[in-house]
């Protein structure tokens, strides 16, 4: 398996994250949850925010499949070809949201931006490390995510936006599909794999840990983050089987969430639960 240069790096509340990638001058970039501007609402400036933070998580995507596909060149033709799909699918996503938050009188720079995703995944020096947290575990929530926020922008009348991001789920499920795939097939390879992918979890809930937010946190527009941290956001059952998650993987993901109770032997245990 391939090495990759050591990162270059920043420290955020005592974890080591990969330094942010290049950003133009109009944007503000912060480190901490509690300095961006997510609003709880669905006001007009809370619709441009949530649509500029999502632009610029999409672009985020796009740089980390990239990064991946610098930093691995001996990995599978196969598999390269799959992240250079990604790349041209993050860069529409891209371009769609800042469309349509132009269209709502926003725009780039707008609000400040925070290189979470990229931060953590491009520490890992592995590519089943890089698979199993952003395609398998950001991108995996991101797909119960957006099968949820289809039905609230509808609900708010916002039927263009709406139909943006049930597009953008269907590709989302594509990333989540060929991680899946890939992560068995580079287990057989090399056994080690498996213990890269458990190493990644570890890291992402150390991080998880150490930048959540403390009691009555507020953010820069006054929402308490601990509220606003702990909408409920339920396992999209149907778009993860598509994704290949297992039955054993969906039930343990049901689990964390609460909506199964009796334990079952089957589970996959330690299985990252996207
Ligand atoms: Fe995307
Ligand atoms: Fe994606």
């Not at 942010?20 to 961006?36: I, Q």
């Amino acid at each position: 398996m391939q090495t990759v240069q050591p990162a270059t790096t920043k420290v955020v509340r005592g974890v080591t994250l990969h330094s942010d990638p290049a950003r133009e001058g109009c944007f503000n970039v912060v480190h901490l949850h509690k300095d961006m501007h997510d609003y709880s609402d669905f006001s007009d400036v809370a619709m441009r925010q949530r649509l500029h933070r999502h632009m610029h998580n999409e672009m985020q995507s796009l740089e980390i499949a990239a990064k991946t596909l610098y930093d691995f060149p001996d990995a599978p033709w196969d598999l390269r070809m799959q992240f250079a799909r990604q790349c041209w699918d993050e860069t529409r996503h891209t371009q769609l949201l800042l469309r349509r938050l132009e269209q709502k009188g926003g725009r780039k720079g707008e609000f400040p931006v925070m290189n979470y995703e990229w931060g953590v995944t491009c520490m890992m020096d592995s590519l089943a490390g890089r698979l199993a947290l952003q395609n398998r575990t950001f991108e995996g929530g991101e797909m119960d995510l957006l099968r949820q926020l289809v039905g609230t922008w509808k609900a708010e009348g916002d039927e263009e936006t709406a139909f943006v991001l049930d597009g953008l789920l269907a590709d989302e499920i594509q990333h989540v599909r060929f991680a899946n795939q890939w992560l068995k097939r580079l287990a057989k390879i090399d056994p080690r794999s498996l213990l890269k992918v458990a190493m990644a979890i570890r890291f992402l809930e150390k991080v998880t840990t150490a930048m959540a937010p403390l009691p009555g946190e507020v953010n820069a527009v006054g929402v308490d983050l601990t509220g606003y941290t702990h909408l409920d956001v339920f396992a999209n059952i149907e778009d993860r089987r598509a994704a290949e998650f297992t039955e054993e993987e969906i039930e343990e993901i049901l689990r964390q969430e609460g909506l199964l109770s009796a334990p079952s032997s089957s589970a996959a245990a330690g299985a990252p639960a996207g």
